[in-house]
């Protein structure tokens, strides 16, 4: 008897732990929490459905303990109890009320899911390099093991051949695990991959689509306010899946339109001689993989490199010190205070596989380039040349554990 009481109190208990160990708040991945429309479509859908499934829930297993607590066995007669077989208004009325409840759920299911894959003609002004221009805000997304690609092609994606992820054409702005958005404006997605398939999953703003390699899937995402909404791969997609995170940073408008400012344009010369050597480590040892615009990329007119050619196979680099995380959005470039964490970024440049896993062969994610101290100093004092830092709000906002 002990057991069986000891059993009936744990296992509730363990069902409990289990419900309660889903839930924090502030989560990064608060998928009840929308911050858009279409986030909200889901929202309204799943709210519902959840609370409708809950009252289902509590009816059968409430009726199921009941009756099974009415009707134990309590020993009194040795007697079986009345056996019966059939009952044709209740199999009617257990048949077609699920039935019912199916039913009014899928037709809110597919209005959702129409409203979702409808996409409007929005358009913003925009100026780009001096030349006013009305955007059609849509970003090409491109996954890889084990980091996120956002390109920006201004002048629309009509004649602009996505078809080789691995080798799509120059981009007005390239950028990396943190897509830029403008608020109150529908952002159409471009998904595509260069390896596996991977899924892209901003939760706040909207739910999720696999990238996949030979393919376009389309998305959208829309943010009400500015702010920083994290997201995660959600495809299992080889060993460093885990940390293959990324953000939607909205900004106002205006601050869009600056953000457009600083990263068209291209890199400047250093002229700091510590940076002076950084830059020609990156030209030697880098930019095989890394594009630098005003460096080795695809509009310069020496190209250093083949990195051009190839190489959307590792971030664009142009703007780096503009994004807040790398190596895939999991580690903080700054401290909270602002300044740069050196300490961070030079363990990355010293040993990239040992910070965050990579395939054995190399031939996935950034190797150790068996640079000399000195060198990463000097290739540190380079990267700082690169973009300008963001605003200490977004830094905080956008930090990762
Ligand atoms: Cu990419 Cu999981």
């Known amino acids: 008897m002990q057991r069986l009481t000891g059993g009936i109190v744990r296992f509730p208990l363990l069902g409990a732990l289990l419900v309660v160990g889903g839930c924090a708040s502030g989560a990064e991945l608060d998928t009840l929490n929308p911050k858009g429309p279409d986030a909200r479509l889901i929202d309204g859908l799943s709210d519902p459905v959840f609370i409708v499934a809950g009252i289902v829930f509590l009816i059968?297993?409430?009726?199921?303990?009941?009756l099974w607590w009415k009707f134990r066995d309590r020993h009194e007669d040795e007697e079986y109890p009345e056996q019966i077989h059939g009952n044709f208004r209740l199999e009617i009325l257990w048949t077609v009320v699920p039935t019912l409840?199916?039913?009014v759920i899928a037709i809110f299911t597919i209005t959702t899911l129409t409203d979702l894959s409808r996409y409007e003609d929005n358009a913003m002004a925009l100026t780009v390099d001096g030349e006013s221009t009305s955007w059609e805000p849509e970003v090409v997304v491109v996954g890889q093991q084990w980091w996120w690609e956002?390109?920006?092609?201004?002048?629309?994606?009509?004649?602009?051949?996505l078809s080789d992820a691995r080798n799509l054409p120059p981009a007005d702005i390239v950028t990396a695990n943190q897509l830029i958005i403008p608020t109150g404006q529908e952002i159409e997605l471009k998904i595509t991959s260069r390896d596996v398939i991977h899924s892209?999953?901003?939760?706040?703003?909207n739910g999720k689509r696999d990238a996949v390699p030979g393919r376009i899937t389309y998305w959208k995402l829309e943010a009400d306010d500015p702010g920083v909404y994290f997201g995660q791969c959600t495809e299992f997609c080889g060993l460093s899946h885990s940390?293959?995170?990324m953000q939607a940073v909205a900004l106002t408008p205006t601050d869009f339109q600056k953000w457009v400012d600083q990263q068209v344009r291209s890199a400047g010369t250093p002229t700091d001689p510590a940076a002076v050597a950084g830059q020609q480590i990156f030209e030697a040892q880098c930019a095989r993989c890394h594009v630098i615009n005003g460096i080795n990329g695809p509009n310069d007119e020496t190209p250093s490199s083949g990195a051009d050619l190839v190489a959307n196979a590792a971030p664009?680099?142009?703007?780096f010190m503009s994004r807040t995380t790398f190596a895939g959005g999991i580690f903080n470039l700054y401290h909270p205070d602002g300044s740069l964490d050196r300490?961070?970024?030079?363990a990355w440049l010293r040993n990239a596989p040992a910070e965050k896993p990579a395939y054995a062969q190399g031939r996935r994610g950034m190797p150790a380039m068996g640079l000399s101290e000195i060198e990463i100093d000097n290739v540190v004092a380079y990267l700082e040349t690169l973009g300008i830092r963001p605003s200490a709000n977004i830094i905080v906002a956008t930090e990762v554990e």
């Open 150 to 161: 956002y390109r920006y092609y201004f002048e629309g994606l009509d004649g602009v051949d």
């Open 60 to 66: 059968v297993f409430g009726g199921t303990g009941y």
């Open 101 to 103: 409840i199916l039913l």
């Open 200 to 205: 892209h999953w901003i939760p706040a703003l």
């Open 243 to 245: 940390r293959m995170r």
């Open 343 to 346: 300490t961070r970024l030079e």
């Open 316 to 319: 664009n680099l142009t703007h």
